[in-house]
């Protein structure tokens, strides 16, 4: 196991509703990424933070957001939730490095839109 | 566009079997190619592969990089139920930390 954490395990939304999923990175680890990972598919990266700023961004429109935090614990915050954003959340942290390319995912949020 | 195309999408072998699952990619400033492993929900991390032609091994895992093919391997020989699951493949491109895009993975099901 990884020592990356995410909270809640499971969550039940309903469309238009808003939602906020935590992160705690490993022990040392500066980076966090966020992906989606819709049934059946590889995760679909969400975007990055890095010392507490947006470090690059995927193809997810603006009402998903993050925040990362001074101990760099992550938040990842979705705004009027559709149906299709029923997915598992992965959050994954790294060190940020140059010759270093892995990152350790948390065990995922899954979330239900109905 | 940004691609990794993994191959198959699944099999199923018996026990003892050695399978080889397939990578291939598309993507500018490429940095680094990874291979994971998921059983239920979080991805494990299997190799980092940056170099060509230098394998990468693990017990009965191993893996290979070819940067003119624009792909990548990755075997388990003499394979066990426990290797079931989804080998997922990503390609790390990008800036200074880069970024992930992962193929949709492979299921592996191995029966006894």
């Known amino acids: 196991e990884t020592g990356v954490t995410q909270s809640p395990t499971h969550l039940i939304k309903t469309r238009g509703q808003q939602v906020t999923l935590r992160c705690s990175s490993q022990?040392?680890?500066?980076?966090v990424s966020w992906y989606q990972q819709a049934l059946g598919q590889g995760p679909q990266f969400i975007f990055q933070?890095?010392?507490?700023?947006?470090?690059g961004r995927g193809n997810f429109p603006p009402r998903f957001s993050g925040l990362q935090f001074p101990n760099y614990s992550s938040e990842l915050n979705v705004n009027a939730l559709e149906l299709d954003d029923s997915a598992l959340y992965l959050c994954?942290?790294?060190?940020?490095?140059?010759?270093?390319?892995?990152?350790?995912f948390g065990p995922g949020t899954r979330l239900t839109v109905t | 566009e940004d691609k990794v195309v993994q191959s198959p999408l699944s099999l199923v072998v018996h026990e003892g079997d050695t399978v080889t699952l397939n990578c291939s990619y598309e993507?500018?400033?490429?940095?680094?190619l990874l291979w994971y492993k998921q059983e239920k929900k979080a991805p494990t991390f299997l190799f980092m592969l940056?170099?060509?032609?230098i394998e990468k091994k693990s017990g009965r895992l191993s893996s290979i990089l070819d940067k003119k093919e624009l792909s990548s391997i990755l075997n388990i020989t003499a394979t066990q139920t426990g290797d079931s699951a989804i080998y997922l493949c990503?390609?790390?491109?990008?800036?200074?930390?880069?970024?992930?895009?992962f193929g949709k993975g492979t299921k592996l099901s191995v029966k006894p």
């Open positions: 022990s040392g680890h500066n980076t």
């Open positions: 940056t170099s060509s032609g």
């Open positions: 994954a942290s790294s060190l940020a490095n140059r010759d270093r390319g892995e990152q350790y």
């Open positions: 933070y890095y010392r507490e700023e947006e470090n």
């Open positions: 990503a390609v790390e491109y990008g800036g200074s930390q880069g970024n992930l895009i």
């Open positions: 993507v500018t400033n490429f940095r680094s």
